[in-house]
């Protein structure tokens, strides 16, 4: 796993305050999707203001239509309500699934907390089946902690 290898790299893009948070997280996207071979879209989802929905931020990977996405809906819809971690080894086996692309096979999404409140979270699509372990997991809550420290200093 290449997760030792990124931590620093996802820490010197998050500590360049020459560019906005939003970018600064956009090239967090694009460094995990680029260097793990199965993290094939990622992306960060945040509450969207206090409507109870999730308002796409910044991604890696093809576009998507689901920019918006209703609490209790999806994947991302559940861990915005669980406050938990949300393993996917086969989305044909979830029927509240909102699919993104046919060639998803797979999906993580981790919640991301700030001052103890779910505030948003990442998201990953893999095309490979069952692809992600308990390493992904360990690996991206640590991402989701370096952007919370971001998001504070900003606010």
């Known amino acids: 796993m290449p997760f030792q290898k990124l931590k620093p790299q996802v820490e010197a893009i998050l500590e360049n305050k020459k560019l906005s948070v939003e970018h600064r997280l956009t090239q967090v996207c694009e460094l995990l999707q680029e260097n793990v071979p199965y993290y094939d879209w990622v992306g960060f989802y945040f509450k969207n203001g206090d409507r109870d929905e999730l308002k796409l931020h910044s991604f890696a990977g093809e576009p998507t239509d689901h920019t918006i996405i209703p609490f209790g809906k999806g994947i991302c819809g559940q861990v915005a ?21 046919i060639y ?40 989701n902690k370096k952007v919370a420290e971001v998001l504070e200093v900003g606010s």
């Open 104 to 143: 998803v096979k797979a999906e993580i999404v981790v919640p991301l907390f700030l001052n103890g409140e779910n505030i948003g979270q990442i998201d990953i699509d893999s095309h490979t089946e069952d692809p992600f372990s308990h390493e992904d997991e360990v690996f991206l809550e640590w991402v």
């Open 81 to 101: 309500v669980s406050n938990k971690n949300f393993v996917v080894p086969d989305v044909k086996a979830q029927n509240n699934y909102i699919a993104c692309s």
